[in-house]
T-cell receptor, first 109, second 112 residues
Framework: DSGVTQTPKHLITATGQRVTLRCSPRSGDLSVYWYQQSLDQGLQFLIQYYNGEERAKGNILERFSAQQFPDLHSELNLSSLELGDSALYFC????????FGPGTRLTVL | SQQGEEDPQALSIQEGENATMNCSYKTSINNLQWYRQNSGRGLVHLILIRSNEREKHSGRLRVTLDTSKKSSSLLITASRAADTASYFCATENTGANSKLTFGKGITLSVRP
């Protein structure tokens, strides 16, 4: 158990919809990293937050957004979903070596 | 974009054999790391080797790093069926906004 929690484990939705994925980092960790893992693109870094502030941006689509709250949990919002957004979404903390959460498997039908 | 590229993409060996996986990267790095992922689960950090290190061991794992060739290898000795998983190399680039960039992974199957 990495100590990083993610909910939900599975999410099935339709194209055009909006979903929110939630992540809580390990106790004491201030950073949250979001990744998308798909068969064709592999593991792609999306965005990093540190203590509530956006720290780095990767290959994150404009339809996606994230935030980190004062209690340090983070949410990744995915909107106008497309079939190609179906993937595993991971969050990780803290930084140099990362502890990954169990992931949320998103299926867009 | 992928920084690390693992080779081979898939590897199938018999239990007890050694498994060697390679990773090549393109830019200057602070360190290189190997992670393991069991099917559909989160990645687990295995080992980190700094850019000024050439070899590192952890249990049955041995990692080498050749910065002149921008390559690394992960050796798993005396493999077990439980080692079946995907293995990823990740590089932390140098610079102010260093971040980890992962390769696409190697699928290792260890046959009992």
């Amino acid at each position: 158990d990495s100590g990083v929690t993610q909910t939900p484990k599975h999410l099935i939705t339709a194209t055009g919809q909006r979903v929110t994925l939630r992540c809580s980092p390990r106790s004491g960790d201030l950073s949250v990293y979001w990744y998308q893992q798909s068969l064709d693109q592999g593991l792609q870094f999306l965005i990093q937050y540190y203590n509530g502030e956006e720290r780095a941006k990767g290959n994150i689509l404009e339809r996606f957004s994230a935030q980190q709250f004062p209690d340090l949990h983070s949410e990744l919002n995915l909107s106008s979903l497309e079939l190609g957004d179906s993937a595993l979404y991971f969050c990780a903390s803290p930084g140099r070596t990362q502890f990954f959460g169990p992931g949320t498997r998103l299926t867009v039908l | 974009s992928q920084q690390g590229e693992e080779d081979p993409q898939a590897l199938s060996i018999q239990e007890g054999e050694n498994a060697t996986m390679n990773c090549s990267y393109k830019t200057s790095i602070n360190n290189l790391q190997w992670y393991r992922q069991n099917s559909g689960r989160g990645l687990v950090h295995l080992i980190l080797i700094r850019s000024n290190e050439r070899e590192k061991h952890s249990g049955r794992l041995r990692v080498t790093l050749d910065t002149s060739k921008k390559s690394s290898s992960l050796l798993i000795t005396a493999s077990r069926a439980a080692d079946t998983a995907s293995y990823f190399c990740a590089t932390e680039n140098t610079g102010a906004n260093s971040k980890l960039t992962f390769g696409k992974g190697i699928t290792l199957s260890v046959r009992p």
